[in-house]
């Protein structure tokens, strides 16, 4: 009976590791995303996502890069999972360097969130009420917000905010409607 006890026991500690593992796999928090941390490089991004693909731009222009000398491409690394569905855009420190540790991680997957539940199909008034909005700045297509907290920037689109998306108007948080919904979910590592 005692066997059988201790069985169960190591059933149930492995099977919170795994549901604890799980959630961790999704979590975004200042200077983490996923499974992604400050100290993560490029070499790494394979064995992390090991059961997704990547795809790098560079990959996929090298050819044309090797004539051009005067190339503006960006080194950014897509990460889809086996559906296609796509999940994160990784840009690096460093150009062309596989020990480079990552700049950014734009967020495409809504199962990506923070610990106060904020996602990419969040609404302005969920960011409002779960972080401070540090500072707004204003594009050509949209309000970007700055949140220090998570040092992220959560861009809405100026159409939510019923703006002409060319406009040059500037927007304050008091002009952002409580249903204006998130554009881009950017998480900064630096």
């Known amino acids: 009976m005692l066997i059988i006890k201790k069985i169960i026991y190591i059933v149930l500690v492995s099977f919170l590791f795994v549901q604890?593992?799980?959630?961790?796999?999704?979590?975004?928090?200042?200077?983490?995303v996923g499974y992604l941390t400050k100290e993560t490089t490029v070499l790494e991004l394979n064995s992390i996502f090991n059961k997704d693909s990547i795809v790098s731009n560079l990959a996929l222009n090298k050819a044309d890069n090797e004539n051009n000398i005067f190339s503006l491409d960006d080194d950014e690394y897509k990460i889809f999972s086996l559906e296609g569905v796509k999940l994160l855009e990784i840009s690096p420190t460093k150009q062309n360097d596989?020990?480079?540790?990552?700049?950014?991680?734009?967020?495409?997957?809504?199962?990506?969130?923070?610990?106060?539940?904020?996602?990419?199909?969040?609404?302005?008034?969920?960011?409002?009420?779960?972080?401070?909005?540090?500072?707004?700045?204003?594009?050509?297509?949209?309000?970007t917000l700055f949140i220090d907290e998570l040092n992220a920037t959560i861009a809405i689109d100026k159409r939510e905010l019923g703006l002409n998306a060319f406009s040059r108007e500037e927007v304050t948080l008091d002009q952002i409607p409580d249903i204006a919904k998130i554009k881009y979910f950017t998480i900064w590592f630096n």
């Open 98 to 143: 596989s020990l480079s540790k990552i700049k950014s991680i734009q967020i495409f997957d809504k199962n990506y969130k923070t610990d106060k539940g904020v996602s990419l199909q969040s609404t302005f008034k969920e960011i409002n009420e779960n972080y401070m909005v540090n500072n707004v700045e204003t594009s050509l297509t949209s309000a």
């Open 20 to 32: 604890c593992g799980k959630g961790n796999q999704y979590l975004i928090e200042k200077g983490k």
